[in-house]
């Protein structure tokens, strides 16, 4: 392994031993045991070359806010992209942004320029590339809406997708159905507003994200998608669920479509949370609720 690193050296800042407490925002699991921040998309170009002749699994993350690791450790290397690979710029009504940018920023920046289409996002503590992965969304809108062009790395290629092309749909995107392409940066249309309006609107949201969810608790956000027209909260708390706990990790009293890492909770509470969640709706109602989180070293 020593040899793989100094390969990688060049490419990017190298860690080892890491707690994939401190790479997602649910702050649980084990140890990652190599991450390693591209300097740039050549450099994460490289580095992907050099892990895949090598033979050494890796995975790429954002700012790992939609994603459950197992408590196990893993072997293989974690590739952070929201350090380094996060620069953007305007132009007119057009944002060019990396895979790594904070959506939430990228949102506050739109706005200071007086652009709208990104106040949705505004909340949304993912970056740009995981955002488009997931056709993330709340108010109503979402990505697709402002996807014009994303560049993504399949291979050694960088590939061009088209909006038509990327699959859209509600929390789906043909990138979840080829988990090997890697989102690279992406070419967003805005249009041009009322940055007062803009800002108020923000600002409104903000304050009903306080009050409705329970951002003073570790989570991924939203635990299962909406399912046959119905609210995932509402599922939840028909069968009793609003506050149930397993080990440190609850239903939230405040909405339960989040799981919170309620008190020093394993990843292992969390996902039998969850499963016990889907099983109690799937004999009541004969509905299987799909976990908006994705999964990610487990065993079984």
């Known amino acids: 392994m020593a040899d793989v690193t100094e390969l990688l050296t060049p490419y990017g800042h190298i860690q080892t031993d890491v707690s994939f407490k401190n790479l997602t925002t649910f702050k649980v699991g084990g140890i990652a045991k190599y991450v390693i921040y591209p300097y740039d998309s050549f450099s994460l170009i490289s580095i992907i070359q050099i892990l895949k002749k090598n033979g050494y699994d890796y995975k790429v993350l954002g700012n790992g806010s939609n994603i459950l690791c197992s408590d196990d450790e893993y072997d293989g290397f974690i590739i952070k992209l929201n350090r380094t690979m996060n620069k953007f710029r305007f132009d007119n009504d057009i944002l060019y942004a990396q895979a790594g940018c904070s959506i939430i920023s990228l949102a506050y920046q739109a706005m200071q320029k007086s652009l709208s289409g990104l106040e949705f996002a ?8 995981g955002c488009i992965y997931m056709n993330a969304g709340a108010y109503k809108s979402d990505m697709s809406q402002i996807v014009e062009e994303v560049e993504v790395l399949i291979g050694d290629k960088l590939v061009c997708f088209k909006n038509e092309q990327c ?5 789906h995107s043909v990138f979840q159905t080829n988990p090997d392409w890697i ?8 249009e041009l507003g009322d940055k007062e309006k803009i800002a108020e609107l923000m600002k409104n949201r903000q304050e009903r994200r306080l009050q409705s969810q329970p951002l003073e608790y570790p989570s991924a956000g939203s635990t299962f998608r909406n399912c046959q027209d119905v609210f995932a909260w509402k599922l939840i708390d028909e069968i009793g669920y609003r506050g149930k706990r ?15 890492n309620f008190d020093n ?10 499963e016990e969640i889907k099983d109690k709706v799937k004999d009541k ?9 994705e999964k990610f070293n487990w065993k079984k």
Do not use: C, W
Request: hydrophobic content about 50%; cysteine-free; charged content about 20%.
């Open 122 to 129: 505004s909340g949304i503590p993912g970056t740009l590339a």
């Open 167 to 171: 699959d859209f749909a509600y929390r």
């Open 183 to 190: 989102i690279i940066s992406a070419k967003l249309k805005l």
């Open 246 to 260: 397993i080990g440190g990790a609850q239903v939230s009293e405040k909405h339960s479509n989040f799981i919170i």
């Open 265 to 274: 909770a394993t990843a292992q509470d969390i996902l039998d949370l969850a």
């Open 285 to 293: 109602y004969d509905i299987n609720m799909i976990m908006e989180v």
